[in-house]
């Protein structure tokens, strides 16, 4: 068969910023649903702490239906409609969320209701908008792009998160629920339009076929658990899933815990730890940055060099935080600024070759499957995040109910999470390596590819990442 599938060309740079600007929008709402309003619960309504901690584990919980959303683009080949889906989706839930906790303070009950609901549809259009957004990037940016491009469109989701977190801050003063419904709708409405300006053709046209394939596809569209247990057949997929998740959660599970550590271990006040955690997200800057450019320079986006980068990041990660649980142990000074700043930098390598090794694997197999692929290992990314903070925290008690050095607790905990980290940086090192009986393309140049009945790519086209 002729080649009769054809897609528009790479990813240009702004093209990449713009898909960075919707991640921007995506984190300017998900930091005011996941945050603010956390704090609102606890502090200015007095509920219990466990209410937010379970209406967010419960966005990532909603999550895991990530794969289905991933193959609806799959099959329906235009992802900014998905994109833009899951945004108005992920807007609704963010201003529901604001409403019902507004309402806590007079009617608890519904309150809480509203919000759960609210919640429910954060993580579809947290997941929906995501996946996709993803998997865009992973058929439309060029190998070589691959890290910088992570780059870019993860620091804009952060900036996103700072920006609006400042604003926010800004204009919720004094608190009143009215201004906290206000600030929300103003906030999902900009972040909606923002979308909607940034996703303005930048996907271009669907895929052209011939009248030969659209007929074979439309008879013979796969069903959607047949095609979930085709790609876990997969051995690149299965690896990558279980790397995901347990890199993720070793990655998360510090979150609650570093700043109560350097509080309860080191007499840091309030205003000092959360210093410290700006010092680790500078560290998380500082890595990504490194990450992407020496990825770049020295490898060309090669699934090699990423493997390594990938790797190596696990590790780094690991022994800062055998660091962390040395200075627990250990009487005297301890240097925890510079530690942190060292657990932020491998954090954002290992966060860089992670997600660029993602978009390298996602097209591999072709078949158009990568909306699926990241669907599933966004999936266990969100599991791993919402049991992360959680056993994260739990952990710490338990061991605090057997010793009575809360920095031994905590150190205990914190060489745990390392640990974590050398498994994930074994499995790293597997992942791009092809069995014999699926050889790596060599050009990851990127035109999805038309299948012949067997499901074989043509040997014509080459598959674009």
Not at 150 to 171: D, P, Q, Y
Not at 350 to 370: D, H, K, P, T, Y
Not at 415 to 434: G, Q
Request: glycine share 12%; aromatic share 8%.
């Amino acid at each position: 068969m002729a080649s009769a599938l054809t897609s528009a060309p790479p990813l240009g740079w702004v093209g990449i910023f713009r898909l960075g600007l919707v991640q921007t929008a995506l984190g300017a709402i998900v930091v005011l649903t996941t945050s603010t309003m956390n704090r609102v619960m606890v502090v200015e309504l007095g509920l219990a702490a466990s209410l937010p901690g379970f209406l967010v584990a419960f966005h990532y919980a909603v999550q895991m239906l990530r794969p289905r959303w991933g193959h609806g683009a799959d099959v329906g080949g235009r992802r900014s409609v998905w994109i833009l889906g899951g945004m108005a989706v992920l807007a609704l839930g963010g201003v529901g969320a604001s409403l019902g906790t507004a309402m806590m303070g007079e009617m608890q009950a519904t309150g809480i209701a509203v919000a759960v609901v609210s919640f429910f549809l954060i993580g579809v259009g947290v997941g929906a908008a995501g996946t996709n957004l993803l998997a865009l990037l992973a058929t439309r940016v060029e190998a070589k792009r691959r890290a910088p491009a992570a780059t870019v469109v993860w620091l804009m989701m952060i900036a996103g998160f700072a920006v609006t977190a400042g604003l926010a801050g800004h204009f919720l003063d004094p608190y009143s629920p009215e201004r906290l419904v206000m600030v929300t709708a103003v906030t999902a409405a900009g972040a909606l339009t923002l979308t909607v300006l940034a996703l303005w053709r930048v996907e271009g046209r669907a895929p052209v076929a011939s009248a030969a394939v659209n007929s074979a596809e439309t008879r013979q569209r796969p069903a959607f658990a047949d095609v979930l247990k085709e790609v876990w057949g997969e051995e690149h997929s299965r690896r990558f899933t279980v790397f995901v998740f347990l890199s993720m959660l070793a990655y998360s599970a510090q979150d609650l815990i570093l700043e109560p550590f350097a509080g309860l271990r080191f007499g840091m006040t309030p205003g000092e730890s959360t210093q410290l955690s700006g010092v680790q997200h500078g560290g998380v800057f500082v890595g990504m940055i490194l990450a992407a450019v020496l990825a770049t320079r020295f490898g060309q986006g090669r699934a090699e060099v990423l493997r390594l980068w990938t790797a190596g990041g696990c590790l780094a990660s690991a022994v800062a935080l055998y660091l962390l649980a040395t200075g627990g142990v250990m009487s005297g000074a301890w240097p925890l600024k510079t530690n942190v700043f060292f657990l932020g930098a491998a954090n954002g390598a290992f966060a860089v070759a992670a997600i660029s090794s993602m978009m390298a694997l996602a097209g591999r197999g072709g078949r158009r499957r990568e909306g699926l692929r990241m669907g599933l290992w966004g999936a266990a990314q969100a599991i791993a995040f919402g049991l992360g903070g959680f056993l994260g925290a739990a952990s710490v008690d338990l061991a605090r109910q057997f010793l009575l050095a809360p920095g031994e607790a905590y150190a205990i905990v914190f060489a745990l999470e390392a640990t974590l980290f050398l498994f994930s940086a074994r499995l790293a090192l597997k992942l791009t390596r092809p069995s014999p009986a699926t050889p790596e393309p060599e050009a990851e140049t990127g035109t999805l590819l038309p299948s012949g009945p067997s499901g074989a790519a043509a040997p014509a086209a080459q598959q674009r990442l």
